[in-house]
Protein backbone atom coordinates (compact mmCIF):
# COMPACT_ATOMS: atom_id res chain seq x y z
CA UNK A 1 0.00 0.00 0.00
CA UNK A 2 1.41 3.64 -0.58
CA UNK A 3 0.51 6.60 1.10
CA UNK A 4 0.52 10.46 1.53
CA UNK A 5 0.25 12.49 4.53
CA UNK A 6 -3.48 11.93 3.72
CA UNK A 7 -4.66 9.59 1.01
CA UNK A 8 -3.49 6.09 0.35
CA UNK A 9 -4.08 3.22 -2.41
CA UNK A 10 -3.38 -0.22 -3.80
CA UNK A 11 -0.65 -0.04 -6.37
CA UNK A 12 -2.94 -3.05 -7.93
CA UNK A 13 -6.16 -0.91 -7.95
CA UNK A 14 -4.63 1.29 -11.40
CA UNK A 15 -7.07 3.16 -13.06
CA UNK A 16 -5.06 4.09 -16.05
CA UNK A 17 -1.28 4.87 -17.15
CA UNK A 18 0.60 7.04 -18.90
CA UNK A 19 4.41 7.82 -20.09
CA UNK A 20 4.84 9.97 -16.97
CA UNK A 21 2.40 8.86 -13.92
CA UNK A 22 -0.23 5.87 -13.02
CA UNK A 23 -3.91 6.92 -11.97
CA UNK A 24 -4.87 4.81 -8.95
CA UNK A 25 -8.34 4.19 -7.39
CA UNK A 26 -7.77 5.84 -3.44
CA UNK A 27 -9.22 7.17 -0.45
CA UNK A 28 -8.60 10.25 1.86
CA UNK A 29 -7.14 8.37 5.41
CA UNK A 30 -9.98 10.19 7.37
CA UNK A 31 -12.75 10.07 5.62
CA UNK A 32 -12.73 7.01 3.35
CA UNK A 33 -13.80 8.97 0.59
CA UNK A 34 -12.89 7.81 -2.71
CA UNK A 35 -10.21 9.69 -5.08
CA UNK A 36 -8.65 9.13 -8.08
CA UNK A 37 -5.21 9.61 -7.75
CA UNK A 38 -1.92 10.65 -10.05
CA UNK A 39 1.49 9.54 -9.23
CA UNK A 40 3.87 10.57 -11.08
CA UNK A 41 7.08 8.58 -12.15
CA UNK A 42 11.24 9.45 -12.35
CA UNK A 43 10.53 10.27 -16.01
CA UNK A 44 7.97 12.82 -15.65
CA UNK A 45 11.22 15.04 -13.84
CA UNK A 46 13.12 14.68 -16.85
CA UNK A 47 10.64 17.49 -17.50
CA UNK A 48 11.25 21.22 -17.66
CA UNK A 49 9.81 22.60 -14.48
CA UNK A 50 7.47 25.27 -15.99
CA UNK A 51 6.23 21.91 -18.38
CA UNK A 52 5.30 20.12 -14.71
CA UNK A 53 4.17 22.84 -13.01
CA UNK A 54 1.53 23.98 -15.53
CA UNK A 55 -1.07 20.74 -15.11
CA UNK A 56 -0.88 21.99 -11.67
CA UNK A 57 -1.55 25.51 -12.36
CA UNK A 58 -4.23 24.99 -15.41
CA UNK A 59 -6.31 22.59 -13.06
CA UNK A 60 -6.89 25.47 -10.27
CA UNK A 61 -8.56 27.39 -12.78
CA UNK A 62 -10.93 25.21 -13.67
CA UNK A 63 -14.59 24.27 -12.03
CA UNK A 64 -16.66 21.97 -13.88
CA UNK A 65 -18.48 18.62 -13.42
CA UNK A 66 -16.90 17.31 -16.70
CA UNK A 67 -13.46 18.20 -15.72
CA UNK A 68 -11.51 16.65 -12.70
CA UNK A 69 -10.65 18.94 -10.26
CA UNK A 70 -7.59 19.26 -8.53
CA UNK A 71 -7.45 19.11 -4.47
CA UNK A 72 -4.19 18.37 -3.23
CA UNK A 73 -0.62 18.00 -4.04
CA UNK A 74 1.39 16.08 -1.98
CA UNK A 75 4.96 13.81 -1.53
CA UNK A 76 4.49 10.30 -1.43
CA UNK A 77 6.03 8.35 1.59
CA UNK A 78 9.07 6.77 0.79
CA UNK A 79 9.62 8.86 -2.09
CA UNK A 80 12.71 10.28 -3.91
CA UNK A 81 14.17 13.43 -3.19
CA UNK A 82 16.93 13.43 -5.25
CA UNK A 83 15.23 13.71 -8.59
CA UNK A 84 16.50 16.81 -10.38
CA UNK A 85 14.71 18.82 -12.92
CA UNK A 86 16.21 20.63 -16.28
CA UNK A 87 16.69 23.71 -14.49
CA UNK A 88 18.76 21.87 -10.93
CA UNK A 89 16.18 22.22 -8.72
CA UNK A 90 14.72 19.72 -6.21
CA UNK A 91 12.09 17.77 -7.16
CA UNK A 92 9.64 15.92 -4.87
CA UNK A 93 7.20 12.52 -6.35
CA UNK A 94 4.07 13.79 -5.95
CA UNK A 95 0.19 12.26 -5.98
CA UNK A 96 -2.93 15.05 -6.41
CA UNK A 97 -6.18 14.03 -6.12
CA UNK A 98 -8.42 14.58 -8.68
CA UNK A 99 -11.82 12.65 -7.94
CA UNK A 100 -14.14 14.54 -5.18
CA UNK A 101 -16.15 12.60 -3.04
CA UNK A 102 -20.10 13.28 -3.89
CA UNK A 103 -21.65 16.73 -3.05
CA UNK A 104 -24.65 17.10 -5.40
CA UNK A 105 -26.61 15.96 -8.56
CA UNK A 106 -23.63 15.11 -11.01
CA UNK A 107 -21.46 14.08 -8.59
CA UNK A 108 -18.95 10.76 -9.34
CA UNK A 109 -19.45 8.10 -6.47
CA UNK A 110 -17.58 5.59 -7.87
CA UNK A 111 -14.37 5.94 -10.06
CA UNK A 112 -14.35 3.54 -12.91
CA UNK A 113 -11.68 4.42 -14.68
CA UNK A 114 -11.08 6.17 -18.12
CA UNK A 115 -12.96 5.77 -21.15
CA UNK A 116 -10.36 3.17 -22.84
CA UNK A 117 -10.79 0.56 -19.87
CA UNK A 118 -14.60 0.46 -20.61
CA UNK A 119 -14.17 0.21 -24.41
CA UNK A 120 -11.57 -2.25 -23.77
CA UNK A 121 -13.98 -4.42 -21.97
CA UNK A 122 -15.25 -7.45 -24.01
CA UNK A 123 -18.96 -6.31 -23.45
CA UNK A 124 -18.25 -3.37 -25.90
CA UNK A 125 -16.31 -5.72 -28.66
CA UNK A 126 -18.66 -3.87 -30.93
CA UNK A 127 -18.92 -0.24 -29.34
CA UNK A 128 -20.58 1.85 -27.14
CA UNK A 129 -24.36 1.46 -27.11
CA UNK A 130 -25.90 4.43 -28.51
CA UNK A 131 -27.10 6.15 -25.29
CA UNK A 132 -23.91 5.60 -23.47
CA UNK A 133 -21.95 6.83 -26.77
CA UNK A 134 -24.14 10.09 -26.56
CA UNK A 135 -23.66 10.53 -22.55
CA UNK A 136 -19.78 10.85 -23.70
CA UNK A 137 -20.35 13.21 -26.33
CA UNK A 138 -22.21 15.23 -24.59
CA UNK A 139 -20.21 15.32 -21.29
CA UNK A 140 -16.58 15.90 -23.53
CA UNK A 141 -18.08 18.63 -25.14
CA UNK A 142 -19.60 20.63 -22.16
CA UNK A 143 -15.88 20.25 -20.64
CA UNK A 144 -14.20 21.20 -23.86
CA UNK A 145 -16.90 24.16 -23.73
CA UNK A 146 -15.55 25.47 -20.43
CA UNK A 147 -12.12 24.99 -21.01
CA UNK A 148 -12.75 27.11 -23.83
CA UNK A 149 -14.08 29.91 -21.60
CA UNK A 150 -11.18 30.65 -20.11
CA UNK A 151 -8.79 30.15 -23.33
CA UNK A 152 -7.26 26.64 -22.38
CA UNK A 153 -6.47 23.80 -25.09
CA UNK A 154 -6.27 20.06 -23.43
CA UNK A 155 -4.20 19.37 -26.63
CA UNK A 156 -4.43 15.52 -25.97
CA UNK A 157 -8.32 14.39 -25.64
CA UNK A 158 -8.56 10.60 -26.13
CA UNK A 159 -10.23 8.28 -24.65
CA UNK A 160 -7.28 6.95 -22.17
CA UNK A 161 -7.49 10.78 -20.78
CA UNK A 162 -11.60 10.50 -20.44
CA UNK A 163 -12.24 9.82 -16.64
CA UNK A 164 -15.64 7.45 -16.15
CA UNK A 165 -17.59 7.94 -12.50
CA UNK A 166 -20.98 6.53 -11.47
CA UNK A 167 -23.27 9.23 -10.13
CA UNK A 168 -25.41 8.68 -7.61
CA UNK A 169 -28.72 8.05 -9.56
CA UNK A 170 -26.30 5.14 -11.68
CA UNK A 171 -25.66 7.22 -15.20
CA UNK A 172 -22.39 7.16 -16.06
CA UNK A 173 -20.54 10.81 -15.68
CA UNK A 174 -17.07 11.60 -18.23
CA UNK A 175 -14.64 13.86 -16.85
CA UNK A 176 -11.61 15.37 -18.96
CA UNK A 177 -8.54 14.51 -17.16
CA UNK A 178 -4.63 14.78 -17.81
CA UNK A 179 -3.65 18.35 -18.66
CA UNK A 180 -0.60 17.63 -18.72
CA UNK A 181 -0.36 19.34 -22.69
CA UNK A 182 -2.88 21.35 -21.52
CA UNK A 183 -2.19 25.17 -22.17
CA UNK A 184 -3.70 28.87 -21.78
CA UNK A 185 -4.31 30.44 -25.23
CA UNK A 186 -5.22 34.44 -25.85
CA UNK A 187 -7.97 35.65 -28.06
CA UNK A 188 -7.10 34.25 -31.77
CA UNK A 189 -3.65 32.73 -30.19
CA UNK A 190 -1.68 29.82 -31.91
CA UNK A 191 0.89 27.75 -31.21
CA UNK A 192 3.50 25.60 -33.07
CA UNK A 193 4.80 22.91 -30.69
CA UNK A 194 3.73 19.16 -31.03
CA UNK A 195 1.71 17.66 -28.56
CA UNK A 196 -0.36 14.53 -28.23
CA UNK A 197 -1.44 11.26 -29.68
CA UNK A 198 -0.86 10.12 -32.89
CA UNK A 199 -3.90 8.39 -33.53
CA UNK A 200 -5.81 11.42 -32.13
CA UNK A 201 -3.58 14.33 -33.81
CA UNK A 202 -5.06 17.14 -36.21
CA UNK A 203 -4.19 16.46 -39.99
CA UNK A 204 -1.40 19.38 -39.77
CA UNK A 205 -0.25 18.11 -36.90
CA UNK A 206 0.15 14.21 -38.23
CA UNK A 207 2.14 15.50 -41.43
CA UNK A 208 4.39 17.03 -39.57
CA UNK A 209 5.11 14.72 -36.65
CA UNK A 210 4.29 11.49 -37.94
CA UNK A 211 4.82 11.85 -41.92
CA UNK A 212 7.60 14.02 -41.00
CA UNK A 213 6.72 16.96 -43.67
CA UNK A 214 8.52 20.19 -42.80
CA UNK A 215 6.09 22.98 -42.75
CA UNK A 216 5.43 26.05 -40.55
CA UNK A 217 1.80 25.93 -39.84
CA UNK A 218 -0.01 26.88 -36.38
CA UNK A 219 -2.56 25.49 -34.12
CA UNK A 220 -5.16 26.46 -32.66
CA UNK A 221 -8.15 25.53 -29.86
CA UNK A 222 -9.42 23.37 -32.92
CA UNK A 223 -6.45 20.56 -32.35
CA UNK A 224 -9.28 19.92 -29.74
CA UNK A 225 -12.42 19.30 -31.84
CA UNK A 226 -10.18 17.02 -34.19
CA UNK A 227 -9.79 14.55 -31.22
CA UNK A 228 -13.10 14.42 -30.65
CA UNK A 229 -14.55 14.00 -34.55
Same mark, same amino acid.
Given at each position: ???????? &????????????????????????????????????????? $?????? +??????????????? +??????????????????????????????????? #????????????????????? #???? $?? +?????????????????????????????????????????????????????????? +????????????????????????????????? $?? &????
Amino acid at each position: MQSTTNYL &WLISDLLGQGATANVYRGRHKKTGDLYAVKVFNNLSFLRPL $DVQMRE +FEVLKKLNHKNIVKL +FAVEEEVGSCRSCRSHSGAALIRVLFAVQHPPQGP #GDGVLVCGSLYTVLEESSQTY #GLPE $DE +FLIVLHDVVAGMNHLREYGIVHRDIKPGNIMRVIGEDGRSVYKLTDFGAARELEDDEQ +FVSLYGTEEYLHPDMYERAVLRKDHQKKYGATV $DL &WSIG
